[in-house]
Nanobody
């Protein structure tokens, strides 16, 4: 399994921006698809964004499309989630996840598709 550590969360006002980072432990990270999910209190964990191993394909939840951008730097073993125009409903714990399938051409949007998870980072957006 790949060890993942998220950072960059915090408390911001509505309309602000934040960039989350997820550092991976394994060199093989560069061959794996990655995803970001979030979980608000009392709700299920939900898909936010995903990216293929080489960054060639990305996908987003409708609720964040046009406001969030997922990217990766394989040289740094890091995936990012740039969040802009944040809304109070974006408040949640954000998790990054890794799907250790070698160089898949697809990105994945379900929790069960991923086999490694970080510990999460809190994002709170005040109105």
């Amino acid at each position: 399994q790949v060890q993942l550590v998220e950072s960059g969360g915090g408390l911001v006002q509505a309309g602000a921006s934040l960039r989350l980072s997820c550092a991976a432990s394994a060199r093989a990270f560069s061959n794996y698809g990655m995803g970001w999910f979030r979980q608000a209190p009392g709700k299920d964990r939900e898909f936010v964004a995903a990216i293929t191993w080489n960054g060639g394909s990305t996908g987003y939840a409708d609720s964040v499309k046009g406001r969030f951008t997922i990217s990766r730097d394989n040289a740094k073993n890091t995936v990012y989630l740039q969040m802009s125009s944040l809304k109070p409903e974006d408040t949640a714990v954000y998790y990054c996840a890794c799907k250790s399938t070698y160089r898949s051409r697809s990105y994945y949007t379900t929790v069960t598709a991923y086999d490694s998870w970080g510990q999460g980072t809190q994002v709170t957006v005040s109105s």
